[in-house]
């Protein structure tokens, strides 16, 4: 089954002044905690790419740090599978010591 979800990735969002944060608040985006520092206020979130175009269009820094895709593919095994490789991680172990 192919995954239609649109695609998502983790950002900060900057912007001036705390009004202006507020309103990215209110936007019912997927948003992380706020913080504020010398270059601006920011606040991280998970959002699609049309989220993206639409804060930068409205005059937003939006820096776009990675995708909410799993960097790797889960692999599912058998309990006999698992079994052999937890004994020879055991096995590793007890040859270091």
């Known amino acids: 089954m192919p995954d239609d979800r649109p695609r998502r990735f983790f950002v900060t969002i900057t912007a001036p002044d705390p009004e202006r944060l507020r309103d990215v608040l209110t936007r019912g985006l997927d948003l992380f905690a706020t913080r504020s520092d010398k270059a601006g206020h920011h606040v991280d979130?998970?959002?699609?790419?049309?989220?993206v175009g639409a804060l930068a269009?409205?005059?937003?820094q939006v820096l776009v740090r990675d995708t909410d895709r799993p960097r790797r593919q889960h692999r599912f095994i058998g309990a006999e599978e698992w079994q052999r490789g937890m004994l020879a991680d055991l096995r590793r172990e007890r040859k270091e010591r």
């Open 57 to 60: 269009d409205g005059g937003y």
């Open 45 to 51: 979130g998970l959002i699609t790419l049309e989220d």
